[in-house]
C-alpha cells in the first residue's frame, strides 16, 4: 500500500489483505475534483501497472475510509474473478448498440402520439444514444452496489454510521437523476431506470436494518431522520416522492435481488468468497436485463472490449440510427 | 521587503498546495520564513507541506517552531499530531490532537487523528466516540460542499 495518509485500522488491514489475496499493489490517491463516490482504476480493466483509489480530498476521516472500503472490495471482486473464472462486463457492439437504440425509438414513438408537446427530431435522435448509455453505465454499476453495501456492513461495523449517511446521499442523486430528462425520455424507460435504485434501496433497506442514524442528529439537515432505521428512511423516501410510481416494477426488481443476492455476506476473505460475489453480481445483472428486456443490449466481454467499444462510441450511434432511418440520416 | 509580503507567499504556496504542487509551495514558504521567521503560520504551511512529501520528522520540527510563536494554535497541533502519528509515536500523536481539538471542537481531521491513535492504543470505546465527532464534522463540511456545488 502506497499512501501517508491516516487509516483507521479496519481499513488498513482491508487493505492489505486484498494486496495480498490478489498480489497486487493499491496506491490511494487524494484529489480535490474526485467523484464524490471515489474512483478505482484497476489493473484488470485497464493496461496499468497497479490500482489507484482516487477519493475527494475534502473526506479526511471516515468518509475517506468508507469510499476506500467500497473501490476495495469491488477490486476484490474483480481481482478474485480474474484469477478465477476470468473478469467480463458488460460491453457492446455495433450490432447490440442498434438493438438497443432502435427498441428506444419504437417505445419513443409510442410516447410521442400521447404527447401534446412533440419532441424535436433531433432531440429525438440525440436521446436514442444518450439513453442506451445511461442503461449501459447504470447496469454496469447498480447491480455490484448492493453487494459491495452489504459486504463492508457486515465486514466493516465500524463504518456503518458512515455508510448510512452515504447511502442516504447517494440515495437521493440516484432519485433525482435524469429529472431534467422527463419529459424526452420514454416513461418506460423513466420508471424502469427509477425501479432499479427503488430495488436497491429497498434491498438495502431489509439487509442493513439494524443500525439507527442517531450519529448524525446534531447536524440540522438530518434531524428529520431522527430515531429512524434505514429501513423506514429509504421507504419512507420513496413513498414519499413522484417515482413512487416505479414501485410495480420495483417490487419486482426487489424479488430479483433478493432471489439472486442469496449470500453469506460475513463470509471469509478468500479468493473463492469474493470470485462468487462476482458470479452474484453477474447473475443479478442478467437478470435485471431480462426482466427489463434488454438482454440483446449489451454482451459480457473482457474490459479491453469496452475500452475499445467506447472509442468507437460515435461511429456505433451513426450506424444504428443509419439502420433505424436510412437514408434519412446524413453522414455527419 | 516589508514583513506583510509573507502573505502573498503564503496565499500562493496554500493555492500550490491545493493543486498538489509541493515542491512549489515549498520554494516559497522558505522564502517566506526567511523573510519573517516569527510567522507561525509560514512554519504551520511547511509543515502541511512536508507532511505530505511524508517528511514527517521535518514536519514536527516546523510545527514546533508555530508552536513556540503561538501555543495556541489548533491547525499546528493538529499537524503535529497527524506526523506524529504517521512516524508511529501514537501517545504524543494523541496528546496533539487533543489539544487540537481542545483549541478548536470543529477540526475533524484532530478527531479523526484522536480516533485512530486511540485505536492503536487499544482503547475503542474512546476511539469511536472520537471517530463519531470526526463523523459528525465531515458530515456538516459535506453537506455545505454539496450545497455550494447545487449552486453553481
Redesign the interface.
Known sequence: MKT?M????PIRRFISETERMLDTEITLLR??DAAPGGTLVDVYTYNIDKNIIIFP???????KDFVIAKQCTHLFIKGAAAKKSGYKICSFTSDSVYTGMRQIYLDALKDEVNKEKKLPVKKLLEMLFILYRQFHEDINELPWNPIVNARIYYRMS?LR??QL?ILL?DGKQDMDEMSDMMDIVPRRYFVLDKSMFYARDLYLAKTLPSDKLT??V??P??KKFDHLEVKEMLTTRWTHTAWYQSKVFGDNMLTIMEKHLDVDWSGDATLDYYATLYETGVSLTNALLAYMSMKDWFIWEKPKHLLAAQEKMAIYEQDALKRIFGDLIEDT | MPLNDVVPLQKKAELYIRQTKYREALLLLDQAIRLDPKDAKSWYLRASVKTEMERFAEAIVDCGEALAINQNYADAWSKKGLALYNLGQYQPALAAATRAVSLNANDASAWYIRGICLEEMGKSDEAEIAYAKSLELEIILDIKDESKRIRK
Open positions: 501517508n491516516p487509516l483507521s485500522k484529489k480535490p480530498a475534502n473526506y479526511i476521516g471516515l468518509l465500524q454510521k458512515t449517511y446521499k450519529p448524525v446534531n447536524i439537515q438530518m
